[in-house]
């Protein structure tokens, strides 16, 4: 009884670079803990990522290496749908559907394009502009209730929502409407410019903390990040690089501002910097040990992620049956 009560969330991360501090603070750590009270499905969305031009090969190997730091960040194939968005091609399948569904003007609006198109001036290709139809259609295929997103996602999940209605309109009731699920965890920041969120494709390594960093690497980051010239750590307006080492520091050791700043007390930003980097490396050595055990059993991984498409495919297959019927294709 309890069962049929669970919610369904989707979320997905994408194969762009080992994944940052940020994303596993801010994203995949909570599905980890989010797969015990959900219906949950989880995907490395290899299509979004060609957004963006990727070196084959590369991407290749970063497509399994991602899938393999999920599960090693404590997502379960047992307890999730743990899958790869092109093995399960109704994906591309809804999302034209969508796009025929989704307005140039809606498009338009949206910050990430904008973004990424100044980001990338030379490569401001069709998929980077129709990106969330085919996002919206992620979500939609598996009736998500809720998805869990970063503050950065929220318009994406807005037109996904007005997308869904206006088809709902149309065509009578197919989709349901996702909700956002804005997890509480704040943004992290990079480490060189505090101003700027941590990401996998900062082409300046210092700024970042990935996942499968060494410990000394992780300490030397730290060491470096960015303060200012004050002495005091203190969570405050206009204290960026503080502000953030200490959201790290409390998102790892669970203790409160308060107490951060109490047991540093006179204590001066060296010996904060270097307990933040040690607490951050411990934290992820086991993480790092899951995923080189992974990465040495690839038969395990390939059932994982094939079993993972096969139970994709059966929930999406059904939506996209509805959405052929509804729009009036012929049955093949
Ligand atoms: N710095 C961050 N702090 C908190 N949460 C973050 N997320 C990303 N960066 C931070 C969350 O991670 C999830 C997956 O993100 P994504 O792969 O879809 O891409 P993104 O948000 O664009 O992340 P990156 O690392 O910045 O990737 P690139 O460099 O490729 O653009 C999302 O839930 C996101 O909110």
Not at 10 to 16: D, N, V
């Amino acid at each position: 009884m309890e069962e049929q009560k669970k919610k369904v969330i989707l979320s997905g991360i994408q194969p762009t670079g080992v994944f940052t501090l940020g994303n596993y603070l801010g994203a995949v750590r909570n599905w980890a803990q989010m797969q015990e009270d959900f219906h949950s499905a989880y995907m490395i969305a290899d299509l979004h990522a060609l957004t963006v031009r990727q070196e084959p090969a590369d991407f290749r190997k970063r497509i399994l290496s991602c899938y393999a730091l999920l599960l090693a960040c404590g997502v379960d194939p047992d307890k999730s749908v743990v899958f790869i968005q092109s093995h399960v091609p109704a994906h591309a399948q809804l999302g034209w559907v969508l796009a025929c569904n989704t307005q140039f003007g809606e498009l338009s609006r949206m910050t990430q394009f904008k973004d990424k198109a100044a980001q990338h001036a030379d490569n401001i290709n069709a998929g980077l502009f129709t990106y969330p139809a085919l996002m919206a259609a992620d979500i939609l295929l598996y009736q998500a209730d809720l998805v869990p997103v970063g503050v950065d996602q929220k318009q994406h999940l807005e037109l996904t929502r007005d997308v869904a209605s206006r088809f709902n309109g149309i065509y009578g009731n197919t989709f349901t409407l996702p909700e956002p699920y804005i997890a509480k965890e704040a943004k992290i920041m990079s480490l060189a410019d505090p101003l700027k969120k941590m990401s996998k494709s900062d082409p300046n390594p210092n700024g970042c903390i990935t996942i499968l960093d060494e410990p000394g690497t992780i300490v030397r980051k730290f060491k470096r990040a960015v303060t200012d010239s004050e002495t005091e750590v203190c969570y405050r307006e206009g204290k960026d690089g503080i502000n953030n080492l200490m959201t790290i520091y409390a998102a790892v050791t669970g203790l409160s501002m308060d107490q951060i700043t109490a047991d540093f007390a006179g204590r001066g930003y060296g010996d904060f910097k270097a307990a933040v980097g040690e607490v951050v490396a411990e934290h992820l050595r086991p993480v790092r040990e899951r995923y080189a055990d992974l990465m040495n059993n690839k038969d395990y991984l390939t059932e994982c992620y094939r079993k993972g498409a096969e139970q994709a495919a059966r929930i999406a297959h059904r939506t996209l049956e509805k959405v052929y019927k509804k729009v009036g294709l012929l049955p093949a």
